[in-house]
């Protein structure tokens, strides 16, 4: 949630939707499924799948779990035909709320991220993507590098920014770039810590009231409870101590 930390903000919103193993699973599986469908099969030509089974190692998912993914995304067996969709709106304090979804059913989703905002004093459907841009982003711990050697490996890299921090080093790419940046740093620096391709807020909304705060945190933990949610982002600015307070 904090501003001061893009990346803290996906991690908090991460940490929260990943709170059961199944979930997580359910999770990566569909972006293996979509990745195959979207770009084959073979994960050296195919940066999004790379990138999903990745993330489905890092969870100890089975090699079999991963194949019969791929193969349900190529369409080499049967499987549901799932599809991403992004719905928007806004919370309390007029936060901006991007919410990515992974659906074999686009109006059960839609019906059930509109519930929950509606009913947690959201407002679904208003138009908020031109304040955030899609990037790909990337989060080393501190101890692998200095603040000097993460940036000019970064930027080497063909990475668009990197921000460091006492927490670690958040590295920002173009989306077509992410794939090429991970590698290159990873094997320079070991696995990074987190890594995904999201969205970025290019602006914005400092929240600092406590019940406002509050009402926000339902809110994106009610959107958070559908399975076919994948992740939720959002604008908002507040203080560590505040966030924690609410959290």
């Known amino acids: 949630m904090a501003g001061h930390s893009k990346w803290a903000n996906i991690k908090h919103r991460k940490a929260r939707q990943d709170n059961k193993r199944g979930k997580i699973f359910t999770r990566i599986i569909r972006e293996i499924m979509i990745a195959a469908r979207s770009g084959g099969g073979d994960p050296g030509s195919n940066p999004s799948l790379r990138l999903a089974l990745d993330n489905a190692r890092s969870e100890n998912m089975l090699k079999d779990t991963m194949e019969r993914a791929i193969k349900r995304g190529t369409g080499e067996i049967e499987g549901a035909d799932y599809e991403e969709t992004v719905y928007e709106g806004y919370g309390q304090g007029n936060v901006a709320i991007m919410v990515k979804c992974l659906t074999d059913n686009k109006a059960r989703t839609a019906a059930n991220v509109r519930t929950a905002f509606n009913k947690n004093g959201g407002r679904f459907g208003e138009t908020v993507n031109w304040m955030f841009d899609e990037k790909g982003m990337l989060f080393f711990p501190v101890g692998v590098a200095d603040e000097d050697t993460m940036l000019e490996a970064a930027i080497d890299a063909g990475a668009e920014d990197v921000k460091s921090s006492e927490d670690g080093h958040e590295v920002i790419t173009a989306v077509a770039d ?12 070991g696995k990074a810590e987190e890594g995904d391709l999201t969205f970025i ?16 945190m339902k809110l994106l933990n009610a959107i958070e409870e559908d399975d076919d949610v994948q992740s939720v982002l959002n604008n908002a600015d507040m203080d560590d101590s505040l966030l924690e307070d609410v959290a």
């Open 178 to 189: 992410f794939g090429a940046v991970k590698k290159a740093l990873e094997e320079k620096f």
């Open 201 to 216: 807020a290019n602006q914005t909304q400092v929240v600092t009231d406590a019940e406002t705060a509050e009402k926000l």
